[in-house]
């Protein structure tokens, strides 16, 4: 089946640096695309979200990019701090529903101080 | 502060019980969703509810039952049936179907050991 998926599973950074976690996406109906950040022990924290109709959106340091013809979806985190360790999940609404969320299985960033 | 609350935090069961998890909000959303997460899995959708007393299967609820008698509250129900219920359980909810500029919330999450 289609799925969302991530291509790396682990990304360690120097404070300071900017940050890049990459993900892959299958379903070309999907058209709703959100960035969760989950602590340790904690639930998944939304980030940002971008529709399909877009290419590009901005938040507080972190950008989010949408490349439809390559399906690929990639979240920027600018000038990375120790607290944005964490993992961070893609998710689509595969097939276009809202209501049922596709979660790919997680970046493992660690930011070195 | 408005937001989601799951409770307990850990929970220890033992086989062949059912249990039941909490979970409450007070952000007057309409949705409310059931995810399970296992060690390097993405989340897993259990149940989802779009309203009051009306709630859907998700990819995974085999095992699982669920009721949403109030707009507030969505518990849900781990079954004697569900082979392997031991994971962290999340419960959201958002204003419609999660959608732009109005994504699912968070709870921090029940996790749930059955030995």
């Known amino acids: 089946g289609e799925s969302v998926g991530l291509h790396l599973p682990t990304l360690s950074v120097q404070e300071g640096d900017n940050s890049i976690i990459n993900c892959a996406y299958s379903?070309?109906?999907?058209?709703?695309f959100i960035w969760y950040k989950q602590e340790s022990g904690k639930g998944p924290q939304f980030i940002i979200d971008?529709?399909?109709?877009?290419d590009k959106r901005q938040g507080q340091r972190v950008t989010v990019l949408l490349n439809k013809t390559v399906k690929h979806l990639s979240l920027q985190i600018a000038a990375t701090q120790p607290g944005d360790s964490a993992v961070y999940f893609c998710?689509?609404?595969?097939?276009?529903?809202?209501?049922?969320?596709?979660f790919g299985k997680g970046t493992l960033l660690t930011v070195n101080p | 502060d408005g937001g989601i609350t799951q409770s307990p935090k850990y929970l220890f069961r033992k086989e062949g019980q059912n249990v039941t998890l909490s979970c409450e909000q007070n952000?007057?959303?309409?949705?409310m969703y059931w995810y399970r997460q296992d060690p390097g899995q993405g989340l897993r959708l259990i149940y989802y509810?779009?309203?009051?007393?009306?709630?859907q299967k998700g990819d995974i609820a085999e095992g699982y039952s669920v009721s949403r008698e109030k707009k507030e509250s969505f518990p849900l129900t781990v079954t004697s049936a569900q082979k392997n219920p031991t994971a962290f359980y999340l419960c959201?909810?958002?204003?419609?179907?999660?959608?732009?500029?109005?994504?699912?919330?968070f709870g921090n999450g029940t996790r749930l050991t059955v030995t």
């Open positions: 959201a909810s958002s204003t419609t179907g999660g959608s732009y500029n109005s994504p699912l919330h």
């Open positions: 379903n070309s109906a999907s058209d709703y």
């Open positions: 971008i529709r399909s109709n877009m």
């Open positions: 998710a689509e609404n595969s097939g276009g529903s809202n209501y049922k969320l596709t």
């Open positions: 952000l007057n959303h309409d949705a």
């Open positions: 509810s779009q309203i009051v007393n009306d709630f």
